[in-house]
């Protein structure tokens, strides 16, 4: 079975890529992020009719999340218990969404940005960390991966220039003990082995074609889980060329 997730910065804008994706590497399972837009706006029905079964969760054009299945698509579950919200009135965002497909637990995660240090972003980043621990605690005997843009680099080589983002978010201390603690937990990394290199590249000034970006996009598994994996690749044909998304995807196969 193949897993692979993907921060596709909006499924309208690209659709085909997807569907492309999809049969080059004979995906079984998608997760998407950032989505941007809401399901009965999704353009579904060449999905549908390659056999694939989709459920979304978004709200127009921010944030949103989809997983993509041909072999199942049970249980889902919108946002995970004591999921913190953002915004003035405070809500749930869509960033999170759950599903069993081929026996497998999946989330699609799109962890909050955090902006700033000290912007209350960066707050309900950490905030929405700690809520995601607490409920992947029960998920650990299950077949269950977290899959996602976790918006955080947890060792200095996932950054292109560790010095120029030492101050920024996605290298403080506390982002990188929140992604460790599920690493404390029972949970493992699995692509790092398999699939060395950046995940996420900026359009500004030619980042990917230099090589400058960030390996934030990751598939954190239960032991169970884990102990499938046979490999894993980084997707970074499909980073460059007009009209790309400014993250690759991940990959990850299973015996």
């Not at 944030?63 to 405070?90: C, T």
């Not at 990188?176 to 900026?202: I, K, M």
């Amino acid at each position: 079975m193949r897993i692979a997730t993907w921060n596709v910065n909006s499924l309208r804008s690209r659709i085909d890529r997807v569907e492309a994706f999809l049969e080059r590497h004979d995906i079984d399972v998608l997760a998407l992020q950032e989505t941007k837009a809401r399901e009965d706006q999704l353009p579904l029905m060449g999905l549908q009719g390659r056999g694939y079964e989709v459920a979304a969760a978004g709200t127009n054009q921010w944030n949103g999340v989809a997983i993509i299945s041909r072999v199942g698509l049970e249980d889902v579950q919108v946002g995970f218990d004591a999921m913190p919200g953002f915004g003035d009135p405070v809500a749930a965002e869509a960033r999170a969404i759950g599903a069993v497909c081929g026996g497998v637990r999946l989330w699609s995660l799109y962890v909050p940005n955090g902006r700033k240090v000290d912007d209350p972003h960066y707050a309900y980043k950490l905030a929405w960390l700690g809520a995601l621990r607490e409920a992947a605690r029960n998920w650990l005997g299950e077949d269950t991966a977290l899959v996602g843009d976790w918006n955080i680099a947890p060792l200095d080589e996932d950054v292109f220039d560790i010095a120029q983002f030492r101050t920024s978010t996605h290298v403080t201390a506390p982002e990188r003990a929140a992604f460790q603690a599920f690493l404390e937990d029972g949970y493992a990394e699995v692509t790092r082995a398999h699939a060395p290199g950046y995940t996420y590249w900026d359009y500004y000034r030619q980042r990917f074609e230099r090589d400058r970006g960030l390996k934030i996009d990751f598939v954190l598994g239960s032991p169970s889980f884990a102990s499938r994996v046979t490999g894993a690749f980084i997707d970074r044909d499909e980073r460059a060329g007009a009209g790309a998304s400014d993250h690759a995807p991940v990959v990850v196969e299973l015996d």
